[in-house]
């Protein structure tokens, strides 16, 4: 996979995460905890979920010792979640606009013991998963977001690139 096509999924998984924060932002605090029965149950946990998923995620394909899972009870509201957040947001888009052409093809070894042992994959199918593990995460909280009653967005990724190409003919 191109180096350059990484680089947009990753601009594009962020700039629509970016445009579910806002909807997040609306909600009062105790929507942002309020547990649903499904998946990690309120947007905090969904939130919380996706950014230790992608440290995680990052600190593997980085060749860095695995960090701690994030703790929900550790965020206790939009703007504590939120730094956090812009945290591994900037790590990870730091990491995928340097990485080099090279890189993106070499194997790695993943060891996943509660997965069932160890697992190789392309350092590109990895980066793939984790847009594509944000992609459904997001799809989970715009769902729980309306159902809370707050407004919601569309993030289809065509969505973006159309959006990218009216502000490059402006």
Not at 104 to 121: C, F, K
């Amino acid at each position: 996979m191109d180096v350059h096509a990484i680089q947009v999924l990753f601009d594009y998984n962020y700039t629509a995460h970016d445009r579910v924060w806002d909807c997040v932002m609306e909600l009062s605090p105790e929507q942002f905890v309020e547990e649903a029965d499904y998946s990690w149950r309120s947007i905090r946990n969904h939130l919380v979920h996706v950014m230790s998923v992608d440290n995680r995620w990052l600190a593997r394909v980085d060749n860095r010792p695995l960090p701690d899972r994030l703790e929900p009870a550790d965020y206790p509201d939009q703007d504590a979640t939120r730094e956090m957040w812009n945290d591994v947001r900037d790590n990870v888009i730091s990491y995928v606009t340097t990485i080099s052409q090279s890189a993106v093809s070499e194997m790695l070894a993943i060891d996943l013991p509660h997965r069932g042992g160890q697992y190789q994959n392309l350092r590109w199918e990895i980066l793939l998963h984790m847009v594509n593990h944000g992609t459904d995460h997001r799809a989970q909280m715009l769902a729980r977001l309306h159902d809370l009653g707050a407004i919601t967005v569309e993030q289809d990724m065509i969505l973006y690139l159309w959006e990218k190409q009216r502000r490059s003919l402006s």
